[in-house]
């Protein structure tokens, strides 16, 4: 099955400066790569994905950048504000249909941002 | 808020004893998926179901059990079976034609054993 590896576990950064959160993934046929927002006590949810068509994907001030080839995703958050502060979850599903949809997941990566 | 509804969202169990976490969703999605979250493991999959009266086992699902009656629900039991249960347990659903689909999570339920 799908293996995600995600890097750092912990990340903390002054406001104002960049967070970058790295995934892996095993299967190549994977193509769906979607990252998710946890705030303490809460669901996660959505924040941004990227298809294996593109390499790159941005909203505001949340990006994420893809390499099929070296099978890794990273998500780069700029301009760091204190409400960023939560845990990161990367994803990514089987690249096979008959193995179901239900996505594996990173350990999460929980983002700190101090004033 | 969401469209998918845990409950309880707090649940204490005796040591022994069977319960059973409550999901809801009424975005019409085909597949329904059960989550087990600790501190520092991320979010491990339990069983998953892609059509109603059908569900899988997930990486973890010794001590647990499901059902799919209803494409609407998929309710999770905890058994006396399962070793280690307390945990934040997540719900979440899919439209199920694609792998290329978001997941939509439930609020959770936090399950305590005393």
């Known amino acids: ?115 | 808020d969401g469209g998918i509804t845990q409950s309880p969202k707090y649940l204490f169990r005796k040591e022994g004893q069977n319960v059973t976490l409550s999901c809801e969703q009424n975005l019409n999605h085909d597949a329904m998926y059960w989550y087990r979250q600790d501190p520092g493991q991320g979010l491990r999959l339990i069983y998953y179901s892609q059509i109603v009266n059908d569900f899988q086992k997930g990486d973890i699902a010794e001590g647990y059990s499901v059902s799919r009656e209803k494409k609407e629900s998929f309710p999770l039991t905890v058994t006396s079976a399962q070793k280690n249960p307390t945990a934040f347990y997540l719900c979440a659903s899919s439209i199920a034609t694609t792998v290329n689909t978001e997941a939509f999570f439930g609020q959770g339920t936090r399950l305590t054993v005393v």
């Open chain 1, 1 to 115: 099955g799908e293996n995600v590896e995600q890097h750092p576990s912990t990340l903390s950064v002054q406001e104002g400066d960049s967070a970058v959160i790295k995934c892996t993934y095993s299967d190549s046929a994977s193509n769906y790569f979607p990252w998710y927002k946890q705030e303490l006590g809460k669901r996660p949810q959505l924040i941004i994905d990227i298809r294996s068509n593109v390499g790159e994907k941005k909203d505001q001030r949340i990006a994420v950048t893809l390499n099929k080839t070296a099978k890794h995703f990273s998500l780069h958050i700029t301009e760091t504000q204190p409400e960023d502060s939560a845990v990161y979850f990367c994803a990514a599903p089987p690249g096979n249909a008959n193995s179901g949809y239900a996505l594996n997941f990173g350990k999460g990566t929980s983002l700190l941002v101090t004033p």
